[in-house]
Nanobody, 123 residues
Framework: QVQLVESGGGLVQAGGSLRLSCAASGSIFSINAMGWYRQAPGKQRELVAAITSGGSTNYADSVKGRFTISRENAKNTVYLQMNSLKPEDTAVYYC?????????????????WGQGTQVTVSS
């Protein structure tokens, strides 16, 4: 089985920074991509940033220039550096691993999700 654990959330003032971490564990052969999603109260979950195993990145327009996603493939770990935080960034942030191939299913990629970590930005 695959488990994703997020950390690094918390309370920060507007303009401040936070760094989120997510580590995937289990009998993992490969991960096609990892990403960060967020969900604010009353809103749909949205993609914040994603990164492939090769290093290609994609960001939501609302966070471009402020957030940076990175990864350490050998550790199956992904990070999200969040700078110039705004109150509208307040949400539960979820880590996801896409196209995960495991010892049990080496020929099929599945998606796995973390439990989420709260980020609150005060004005």
């Amino acid at each position: 089985q695959v488990q994703l654990v997020e950390s690094g959330g918390g309370l920060v003032q507007a303009g401040g920074s936070l760094r989120l971490s997510c580590a995937a564990s289990g009998s993992i052969f490969s991960i096609n991509a990892m990403g960060w999603y967020r969900q604010a109260p009353g809103k749909q979950r949205e993609l914040v940033a994603a990164i492939t195993s090769g290093g290609s990145t994609n960001y939501a327009d609302s966070v471009k220039g402020r957030f940076t996603i990175s990864r350490e493939n050998a550790k199956n770990t992904v990070y999200l550096q969040m700078n110039s935080l705004k109150p509208e960034d307040t949400a539960v942030y979820y880590c996801a691993a896409h196209g995960v191939r495991t010892r049990a299913e080496p020929l099929r990629g599945r998606d796995y999700w973390g439990q989420g970590t709260q980020v609150t930005v005060s004005s």
